[in-house]
């Protein structure tokens, strides 16, 4: 598998609106100053026991004969996570194949992580949740890039033990993106949301145009990919009518279930151009592409 990047140039117009965004989840504490060990220089304070030592300013006390230590802005910098499904059923797709597209979304916002100097991480999970460690900067974006297209989707999707699992090695509000074709009940994606309230998510549907728009008629037969169950079927204009009926329920069902957890959701297909994905990701406005 080869993950197409010829797209990643396209998003640096969304570097500002990223920044933004991350930004604005500390809006509420920036009005009280929150001092650390950061990089931006607030004032002095004078010492006091218990203060660290090694911040006095030994050129004050030259000047004034007392102790004073510098103190700095926290550190506000958001950590990215993106978290892409890759059971068996993510390994079928036409124009791309759609793990390929859930890891080019992926990859696309780690670009931009890097590009705004924050920290990212991205994870794959089916039946075991695999959390990729790399190097900071753009050795960490090609390692992460290497690794994507070294995976080969298999297995079931455990979505709600991967998730859980994977919030409980998040420690500092995040910006968190779930990229899925969410092929499963959703009231699993509805018992995990709620772990993330003191961050951001994005839930980003992956779907193949051939999953929206059934093509098949006639006397077939079915195999699922993650459980390697057969079915044999007729399949009737009135069966593909119902289908497309459960399919749009079952999609709106998700969006509902964001909806009410204040979590932007999209549902996509893989031969949408992934810039304008982002575009609809990075705008104000929830959007279901069909």
Known sequence: MVIDTSFLNQLDKFDVILKKRVISNYAGSRQSKNYGTGLVFYDYKEYVPGDDYRSIDWKVYARTEDFYIRRYEEERNMRIHVIIDASASMNFGTTFKKFEYASMVGIGFCYMAMRNNESFEISTFAEHLDIFKAKKGMNKLIAVLDMLNKVTPKGKSLF???????????????????????????????????????????????????????????????????????????????????????????????????????????????????????YSLLGKADKVIM
């Open 160 to 278: 709600r033990d991967s998730i859980e699992r994977y919030k409980a090695a998040i420690q500092t509000k995040s910006l968190v993106i779930i990229i899925s074709d969410f092929l499963f009940d959703p009231e699993e994606l509805k018992n995990t949301l709620y772990l993330f309230k003191k961050s951001e998510v994005m839930v980003v549907q992956v779907l193949d145009s051939t999953e929206r728009e059934l093509s098949l008629q006639g006397d077939v037969i079915l195999d699922d990919s993650e459980t390697a169950d057969r079915m044999r079927t007729f399949i009737s204009n009135k069966l593909i009518e119902n289908y497309s009926e459960q399919l749009l329920d079952h999609i709106y069902h998700i969006k509902k279930i964001c909806d009410s957890f204040d979590v932007k959701f999209l549902s996509v297909s893989t031969d949408t151009p992934v810039f304008e994905t982002f």
